[in-house]
């Protein structure tokens, strides 16, 4: 059984970073994808950045060049490092996993396209 928990969220200034942290337990590292999603207040759920088995990545283009998805096997953890933080960028981050040997990219940062979800934790970025 897939289980995902999330850490490393808070709050920050504007310009600032944060790096967000998901261990992962139960995945299948021979394919899968995961990734980071995030939801405001009243707001759907949009896809931030993923990555799959071979270690390519996607990123939103509303994350691009301040964003950074990376996956450290050996220590079987997810990061998501943010800089240049934007009050936009106010949400609850989910971790994401999904065991499947092939997914387009155009796909991959749709939340309808992921079976496993963690708790969320927040990143305020006030300006």
Request: one cysteine or more; aromatic letters at 12%; proline letters at 3%.
């Amino acid at each position: 059984r897939v289980q995902l928990v999330e850490s490393g969220g808070g709050s920050v200034q504007a310009g600032g970073s944060l790096r967000l942290s998901c261990a992962p337990s139960g995945v299948s590292y021979g394919h899968y994808y995961l990734a980071w999603f995030r939801q405001a207040p009243g707001k759907e759920r949009e896809g931030v950045a993923a990555i799959d088995s071979i270690y390519s990545t996607t990123y939103a283009d509303s994350v691009k060049g301040r964003f950074t998805i990376s996956m450290d096997v050996t220590k079987n953890t997810l990061y998501l490092l943010m800089s240049n933080l934007k009050p936009e960028d106010t949400a609850m981050y989910y971790c994401a996993a999904e065991e499947r040997v092939y997914m387009a990219w155009v796909s991959a940062l749709r939340p309808d396209k992921y079976n496993y979800w963690g708790q969320g934790t927040q990143v305020t970025v006030s300006s």
